[in-house]
């Protein structure tokens, strides 16, 4: 059914009640918690459900959240900021991605019924001994660790992020990379049935599905590139990329790819999604640089989006590197970084 695939101006039918009159605990709370922000809690609340079902259809609030589960996992001091955390709610509820819409509430209102376990995720191409983890697997095989990183979009939004996961390295390790390798190319799941935006070119915003993006070996391999399973303390949302997405700190938001089914070595440099689409306003290296602006844009601050809400965000400036200069500025020595942008 084609409910409200123009987001704003088809909206879901008024006849369509929910399926059922019984409300979950949790997504009740939630109801209410939203209803007292907006300041009409006690009135809200003491409406009937479908009443209510109806308030929050006009902020797309999803029937029930898709399940999380607490991970166990070390915090490493290493990686942590003194910055304030995005508040996780909002951590969930402003994403992109486009496999379930462009707005950047699309992904909490469409993604909440995707299906993660079983998952299958293959490390191959020009490694030893290439291999394909199960779901379990992406929380077993390594050690899980907490690290704390600005995520910074081209488009000139940016968060704090407690992700967890390990390091893109040490699950490369488990491979054995071939001394032939050069680049290490990533692919999302390409599944239409689940992924809206896949099978429908308005809601997919252009994009040639499945999303791929790519890195050179030296940025694969190095200490800060992460591969995350979780957020907070719990397993990843399928909006923030469940089960397994990348996490490139240094880099536009848009090479950190999420729902990762495949990572091959390969001999060359691999296509980016954004790149393919928009190549001159989108860059292979994409690395946060507020000193190249975007051709439609200044790259030279950022909305940081912690507790205030979205319209107040601070503007702050934005640091090269995203502000991981000391880690990762050595790799583009000698490079004309307007050139490789
Ligand atoms: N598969 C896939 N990965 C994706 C995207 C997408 O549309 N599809 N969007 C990217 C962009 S533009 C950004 S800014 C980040 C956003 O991550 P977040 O929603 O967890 O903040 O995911 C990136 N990974
Ligand atoms: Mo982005």
């Known amino acids: 059914m084609n409910r409200k695939f123009i987001k704003g101006i088809l909206h879901r039918p008024r006849w369509e009640l929910p399926q059922s009159e019984v409300t979950p605990e949790a997504v009740f709370r939630e109801r209410r918690r939203i209803t007292a922000m907006l300041g ?5 609340a003491s409406l009937p459900g479908y ?12 029937q029930a959240l ?20 995005t508040p996780y709610d ?23 019924k995707f299906k993660v376990d079983p998952w299958s995720l293959t490390i191959d191409g020009l490694v030893d001994k290439p291999l394909t983890l199960g779901y379990d ?7 899980l660790e907490q690290r704390t990183y600005r995520l910074r979009c081209v488009e000139a939004w940016s968060m704090v992020i407690p992700w967890v996961g390990f390091p893109l390295a040490a699950l490369l390790k488990k491979v054995g990379v071939s001394s032939k390798a050069t680049h290490v190319a990533f692919e999302t799941l390409f599944d239409p049935e689940q992924m809206p935006g896949q099978r429908n070119p308005l809601m997919g915003g252009g ?14 391999t190095n200490e800060l590139t992460f591969m995350a399973v979780g957020l907070y303390d719990k397993t990843l949302s399928p909006q923030s990329g469940a089960p397994i997405r990348l996490v490139v700190p240094w880099k536009y938001g848009f090479k950190s790819i999420k729902s990762v089914v495949r990572i091959r070595l390969v001999d060359k440099q691999p296509p980016s999604s954004w790149n393919q ?65």
Do not use: C
């Open 40 to 44: 009409f809690g006690s009135i809200a």
């Open 51 to 62: 009443v209510q079902a109806g308030i929050f259809d006009l902020f797309g609030e999803p």
């Open 66 to 85: 898709a399940p999380t589960r607490q991970l166990n996992f070390t915090v490493d001091q290493q990686y942590q900021t003194s910055e304030t955390q």
């Open 90 to 112: 909002k951590v969930i509820r402003h994403n992109n991605f486009y496999e379930f819409g462009t707005g950047k509430q699309d992904p909490f209102e469409n993604a909440q």
């Open 137 to 143: 697997d992406l929380y077993k095989l390594l050690p």
């Open 207 to 220: 994009i040639h599905y499945p999303y791929v993006e790519g890195l050179r070996l030296d940025e694969a």
């Open 277 to 341: 689409l928009v190549p001159h306003e989108y860059g292979f290296y994409a690395n946060v640089n507020p000193q190249v602006d975007h051709p439609r844009w200044s790259q030279a601050s950022e909305r940081r989006i912690a507790e205030g809400g979205l319209f107040n965000a601070k503007r702050i400036p934005t640091l090269p590197f995203n502000g991981y200069a000391e880690q990762v500025a050595a790799m583009y020595q000698g490079m004309d970084l307007r050139k490789f942008f």
